[in-house]
C-alpha cells in the first residue's frame, strides 16, 4: 500500500484489513504520532537516566518536587463512568475471536481487550483483534471452533464492559510508518479503536475505556491525557469521556501513584496492582545492587511478603483519598478438566487471595479464567453487597515509607534447583508460544503473559550477576543454566510428543538465552522477540 496522508503500511492487508486502516483512522495515528513522538522518546531517555540512578546506589523515593500535590485533600479525579461504576470482578485476555465472545459472556463485569501482555504483537492479531472488538460492538461477531461448537454474543445487558489494553511506551508498530518513522504501538491500538469504537460504545450508554500499562512516572501519564484531550477534539466527543485505569505494575510508578491519578484526573478511572509485572520491574530495577535486592524464586513471592503488602495497601489508600477505583491483581490459575484435587487446592488460594483484597478494600480484581469468575464474584459480593465499589472505604491508618516499598530483603523464601528449573521451563514453553502468535499460554494449570517469561529471565540474570547459591545446589553460572535449558527442552520434547515444534522451540532457546545469559541486560524481551517476527 502506498503513502496515504504520509502513511505507509508495510504489513499485508487482509480480508477486511481495510475497515480498520481507513484514511480517517491513519490521518488520526499520523497526527498523534507527529505531536506526541518526540515527548515519548524523552520519556524513555529519561527512564534510562532514572534507572543509571538507581544502578549507582540512590534508592527510589517519593518526588519532593509533587509533594504539594500528594498534600492538597481537595482534587479528585472524575466520578466513576457508566459501565464501570461497579467492577468487582474483571477478566482479561487477548482479542482473539473466540476469546472476545467468551470474555463478554463470562460474567464478570469488565474484560481487559488485552493488545499488550496477554497477546503476540503479529500484524494480523493487532488489526484483527480491532475488527473482532467491532464486531462485538455490532453484534456481528460468532465463532465456530473446529469440533464445530459455536460461540455468539449474550443480550447486550449481560456482556462486559470492554476496557482496552493498548501496548506500552518502549514497543513500535513496525508495520505502520508516519514520515518514514515507526509509531508508537500503544498510540496505533488506541487509536484505531477509539476512531472505530469510542462512539459505538456511547451509543451502547458506555464509553471508550482503557488500561494504560508498563508506566514509570506521572510525566508519561501526562502524555497519555494529552494524547486523550486531542483525540476527543479530533473525533468530536466531549472532553473527559474517555478513561483510564493505570496498572501500577513498575516500581518507579509506585513513587508516584497520586501523581499519575492527578494527571490524568479527568480522564482517569484509577489504579491496578499488576503484580507480576511489579516484581519483574522490582528486579529488573535493582539487578546490579548486590544481595539486599535479590528476590526468592518467583513461586514463593506471595502477596503476603512485606514489600507487596506495603504496594497494595498504599494502592488501596491512595485511590480511595482521590475517589478512584483500586483494582486487585490476577488470579491466574486455570482450572483442571482432569484433576480435581489440583482444582481443589487452587480453588483455595483464589479465595483467599481475594478475600484478602476485598478486605483490604479493593473495589474489583483480576481473573484469566471464566471458571474463575463465579468464585471471585461471590468473595466481592459478600464484601459489597449491593453498592457498586467500596471507594467510601478509607484506610487512613496505612502509612508506607520509601523503605517498605523497597523491603526486598524482608521477602521469605530461597532460589532452590527447582525454581531455577521452574523458571527455565515455563519460559521456554511461553516464548515458543509467543513466536508462534499466542501470547496467553495455560501453562502447569496457570495463564502466563509476557511477565512470566520477563521475571524468570531476570531473575536468572540477576542470579547470575550477584554470585547466588542455590540453597539446595551450586552457584548459579552460565554453564549450569545452559546444561539445564537443555534439560529442560528435553523434557519439554518428550512431554509433548509429536505437537512439540522443532523451529519455535530453537528459537525460543535462542531468545531466552540472549536475554538472561548476556552480559548486557536487555530492557524487555519483547524488543528482540519482535524484530525476529515478520
Request: with cysteine.
Amino acid at each position: 500500500m502506498g503513502a496515504t496522508h504520509g502513511v505507509e503500511i508495510t504489513g499485508p492487508l487482509n480480508d477486511r484489513f481495510d475497515e480498520i486502516l481507513t484514511d480517517e483512522a491513519l490521518a488520526l495515528v499520523a497526527e498523534l504520532h507527529r505531536a506526541f513522538e518526540e515527548r515519548r522518546r524523552e520519556l524513555l531517555a529519561a527512564r534510562k537516566v532514572r534507572e543509571e540512578q538507581v544502578a549507582s546506589g540512590t534508592d527510589l523515593d517519593f518526588l519532593p518536587e509533587t509533594k504539594h500535590i500528594r498534600e492538597d485533600d481537595s482534587w479528585r479525579v472524575a466520578p466513576p463512568a457508566p459501565g464501570i461504576t461497579d467492577r468487582r470482578v474483571e477478566i482479561t485476555g487477548p482479542t482473539d475471536r473466540k476469546m472476545t465472545i467468551n470474555a463478554l459472556n463470562s460474567g464478570a463485569k469488565v474484560w481487559l481487550a488485552d493488545f499488550e501482555d496477554a497477546n503476540t504483537p503479529l500484524w494480523e492479531n493487532m488489526i484483527q483483534g480491532q475488527l473482532n472488538l467491532r464486531d462485538a460492538l455490532d453484534r456481528t461477531i460468532d465463532f465456530t471452533s473446529p469440533q464445530g461448537k459455536t460461540y455468539t454474543l449474550k443480550a447486550d445487558e449481560e456482556l462486559a464492559t470492554i476496557v482496552v489494553r493498548p501496548r506500552g511506551w518502549h514497543l513500535d508498530e513496525k508495520h505502520i510508518l508516519v514520515d518514514g518513522q515507526r509509531v508508537s504501538g500503544g498510540i496505533v491500538d488506541f487509536a484505531l479503536y477509539f476512531l472505530h469504537c469510542a462512539q459505538r460504545q456511547l451509543d451502547k450508554g458506555k464509553g471508550p475505556y482503557f488500561y494504560l500499562p508498563k508506566m514509570q512516572s506521572h510525566l508519561e501519564a501526562r502524555l497519555w491525557n494529552d494524547i486523550f484531550v486531542l483525540a476527543q477534539e479530533r473525533v468530536g466527543i466531549p472532553r473527559g469521556t474517555i478513561r483510564a485505569t493505570c496498572l501500577i505494575e513498575t516500581i518507579p510508578a509506585a513513587f508516584e501513584m497520586e501523581e499519575i491519578l492527578y494527571e490524568l484526573r479527568e480522564h482517569s478511572a484509577g489504579l491496578n496492582a499488576g503484580r507480576w509485572d511489579y516484581l519483574f520491574s522490582l528486579i529488573k530495577t535493582h539487578r546490579t545492587r548486590g544481595s539486599k535486592f535479590v528476590l526468592p524464586e518467583r513461586n514463593a513471592v506471595t502477596m503476603t511478603a512485606p514489600m507487596m503488602r506495603a504496594y497494595t495497601e498504599l494502592l488501596v489508600k491512595t485511590c480511595h483519598k482521590r475517589g478512584a477505583h483500586a483494582i486487585g491483581g490476577m488470579a491466574a490459575f486455570i482450572p483442571s478438566r482432569k484433576d480435581e484435587e489440583v482444582n481443589k487446592v487452587a480453588f483455595a488460594k483464589v479465595r483467599d487471595d481475594k478475600s484478602r483484597e476485598s478486605g483490604d478494600g479493593f473495589d474489583g480484581s483480576w481473573v484469566a479464567h471464566p471458571d474463575l469468575v463465579p468464585i471471585a464474584m461471590e468473595i466481592f459480593d459478600g464484601v459489597l453487597g449491593e453498592r457498586p465499589n467500596q471507594i467510601d472505604k478509607q484506610r487512613p491508618e496505612v502509612e508506607v515509607t520509601a523503605a517498605d516499598l523497597l523491603a526486598v530483603d524482608r521477602t521469605p523464601g530461597g532460589v532452590t534447583q527447582a525454581g531455577l528449573r521452574g523458571n527455565i521451563n515455563v519460559a521456554l514453553q511461553y516464548l515458543a508460544a509467543w513466536m508462534g502468535g499466542n501470547g496467553a499460554v495455560a501453562i502447569h494449570n496457570l495463564m502466563e503473559d509476557a511477565a512470566t517469561a520477563e521475571i524468570s529471565r531476570s531473575q536468572i540474570w540477576q542470579w547470575l550477576h550477584n554470585g547466588v547459591t542455590l540453597d539446595d545446589g551450586p552457584e548459579v553460572t552460565a554453564e549450569l543454566v545452559t546444561r539445564i535449558i537443555d534439560e529442560e527442552l528435553a523434557t519439554i520434547r518428550e512431554s509433548l510428543g509429536a505437537a512439540f515444534d522443532e523451529d519455535l522451540y530453537k528459537q525460543a532457546k535462542e531468545l531466552f538465552s540472549e536475554v538472561a545469559l548476556a552480559d548486557e541486560y536487555v530492557d524487555f524481551l519483547t524488543l528482540p522477540a519482535y524484530e525476529r517476527m515478520p
